[in-house]
């Protein structure tokens, strides 16, 4: 297993684990949540070799084969599919040893054959499976990865690390930069993955999809908890709860013995007492006081004036080149419209919203624009267009000149751009600081109509949850394009589909929209209705019926099973909650209900631990499950 004891580690004069520890089984899937700055990233780097621990020990197996996704994506001429087999570092060296001149009959038929226990043979399609999978056609097979924009050197790079036949795989926000289908599609492959994964990621339903416990960086140390991303949030919320309580408990008992020095420390009689007290408070482990998280707070101002409509697309077209986009659209985007975009990836949402913002000249049609209507953009070249010498401050001064310095500090504040931070210039920015200046700007010009493409990338998970809270109470217009599935549904009404070159609105929700891309992936039929396999549609049929009625039975157990199980679960959390608001009241720590208080703490530990056995029990269940759903 990988196993962190007594971990220490310091970036410049910042500590970020003290004294941490952590163990990982083989085959567990850990999602690693945090901060931004808290040190997720450099874990990683401790695990690759690349930095060496303040103190304490990495325990990792040394037969484990380690994959994860390199930074840097090279400017080279090779051809992005063999770049992504390059991947597999031994078969590429299998196949540099058969290359040699001076390989002899017995070598060469040694490493034929471990190429065939490795399935070599099979590389280059599962590197182009592993391609299609995150959204490259076949004609980019062929391609040199210099001729790809950074986003898409990004993706080959994270092929390339799935390619890897890797014991631990780590991967850090391996969802930026990808459209939903592509989301969808790694979520499986994810699933499926044989090895141990340790995923960086501030996508709550990627980590909810994907992982069985949750790591949190929290405040110099590691803590574990069981299930995805919503069982920690809930689990952390009853901790801190209960930490809160007492705290503010001991806080009392901190005063009345103060209170009892103060009085009698001077007196004779009570000197000894007095003296007591102060030694109780000396050895008393202080309770820390719950801290709020999150040191975002902005919303959206009333933009006031409404155009009705704001904007509309009449029969209009795009194109790039010869490449047509999309071709007679035609919306209408009314105040309060709140619009989320599906489409798989190259539909063309980027290429409508930028047709909306009137950044891109429609080929045919036209746009109208409301009257005095202000339009608010966020896309990554948004971002990269900020001035690298400016700051926070300087770039928001721009923008309104006659306002006070202090009432920008105020605003910036709501971004977490504090003290000098606002004076920071841009090019020593993080990119999640980038973004959030991006957004800022975007805020502070009062738009009616938002347009929002890909906003989360490089936000943490605090900003995420400022951002929808800011979102839900807007109250002008908004299109937003996003693979994060949470800020998609807490934030949207309509969905928009664009694909065959057309938008038209989606009917259903986003598992719906999964089901739909699972269904346009299906293999087209000919017109004399055989599949492929040469199957007609009334064989195909027949198949399909068998499978669905097999499925069933196998499911009855496995769902009547999960509904005793998800019972069981509601039981002993509504019993441990109960638990918890009692060994929470001051008056059970009285001395003369010291059994009463060593009782309540055994059975709180008996009923967490047969929950987190439901819990283990819950998600196996769910894996067997999809297995049969998808097998």
């Excluded at 994810?190 to 949190?216: K, M, P, W």
């Excluded at 000249?361 to 990269?384: K, M, N, S, W």
Aim: glycine share 8%; proline share 3%.
């Amino acid at each position: 297993m990988l196993r962190l004891q007594g971990l220490t580690l310091r970036r410049g004069t910042k500590l970020l684990l003290e004294s941490a520890s952590l163990s990982v089984f083989p085959g567990q899937k850990i999602g690693i949540v945090g901060p931004n700055g808290s040190g997720k990233s450099s874990l990683f780097a401790l695990l690759r070799g690349e930095l060496l621990p303040d103190a304490g020990e990495i325990d990792l197996p040394r037969d484990w084969v380690l994959a994860h996704v390199a930074q840097e994506v090279p400017d080279l001429e090779r051809g992005s599919l063999d770049f992504v087999i390059d991947g597999d570092a031994e078969l590429r060296q299998l196949e540099s040893d058969l290359a040699r001149e001076d390989a002899d009959g017995h070598r060469i038929g040694e490493l034929h054959a471990r190429i065939a226990d490795i399935e070599g043979h099979s590389a280059r399609s599962r590197a182009a499976s592993l391609m299609a999978g995150l959204g490259f056609s076949p004609d980019d097979h062929d391609r040199s990865v210099r001729e790809f924009s950074g986003g898409w050197r990004v993706r080959l790079q994270l092929a390339r690390a799935l390619m890897c036949r890797s014991d631990l795989l780590l991967l850090d926000e391996p969802t930026n930069h990808l459209d939903l289908d592509a989301v969808f599609w790694l979520e499986s492959w994810l699933r499926a993955y044989r090895g141990t994964l340790l995923v960086i990621s501030h996508d709550r339903e990627f980590l909810d999809n994907v992982v069985q416990g949750i790591c949190h960086f929290d405040q110099g140390t590691l803590r574990s908890y069981a299930g995805g991303y919503s069982a920690f949030e809930r689990t952390r919320a009853e901790v801190l709860s209960h930490q809160q309580a007492l705290y503010e408990k001991q806080q009392r008992q901190i005063e009345h013995l103060e209170a009892f020095v103060r009085r009698f420390r001077a007196k004779a009689t009570k000197a000894r007492q007095a003296q007591s007290r102060l030694k109780a408070l000396d050895r008393m482990s202080v309770i820390a006081q719950v801290q709020a998280t999150t040191p975002f707070e902005f919303e959206f101002a009333d933009p006031g004036g409404f155009a009705d409509p704001l904007l509309s697309l009449e029969k209009v077209g795009a194109a790039y080149g010869e490449s047509v986009v999309l071709e007679a659209v035609d919306c209408v985007i009314r105040p309060g419209a709140r619009i989320g975009l599906l489409g798989r990836n190259g539909a063309g949402k980027s290429t409508l919203v930028r047709l909306i913002a009137g950044t891109l000249t429609p080929t045919g049609g036209q746009r109208l624009l409301g009257r005095d209507v202000r339009i608010g953009y966020f896309a990554q070249h948004q971002v990269e267009q900020l001035r690298s010498d400016d700051s926070a401050l300087g770039h928001l001064a721009r923008l309104d000149p006659r306002a006070r310095e202090q009432d920008l500090r105020d605003f910036l504040g709501g971004f977490n751009f504090r003290g000098d931070a606002v004076l920071a210039a841009v090019d020593t920015m993080s990119g999640g600081e980038r973004a959030r200046l991006a957004l800022a700007l975007i805020t502070y010009s009062r738009p009616h109509l938002l347009l929002l493409d890909e906003p989360t990338n490089h936000l943490d998970m605090e900003m995420r949850n400022a951002l929808a809270l800011a979102l839900q109470s807007f109250t002008g217009a908004m299109v937003l394009v996003s693979h994060d599935r949470a800020l998609l549904r807490t934030t949207v009404d309509d969905l928009w589909l664009v694909a065959d070159r057309k938008v038209r609105p989606f009917d259903g929700d986003l598992d719906e929209y999964r089901a739909w891309l699972e269904a346009a992936a299906a293999p087209e039929r000919d017109p004399a209705g055989r599949a492929p396999d040469g199957t007609t549609r009334k064989e195909q049929k027949r198949v399909e019926a068998e499978a669905r009625q097999r499925a069933a039975s196998a499911r009855k157990p496995i769902e009547q099973r999960l509904k005793q199980v998800e019972s069981a679960m509601s039981r002993h959390e509504e019993r441990l909650r109960a638990l918890e608001a009692r060994l929470a009241a001051p008056d059970i720590y009285d001395a003369q209900r010291k059994d009463e208080l060593k009782a309540g703490l055994l059975e709180q530990s008996d009923v967490r631990r047969e929950l987190e056995a439901l819990e283990e029990e819950w998600l196996a269940l769910h894996e067997k499950l999809e297995a049969v759903v998808s097998g």
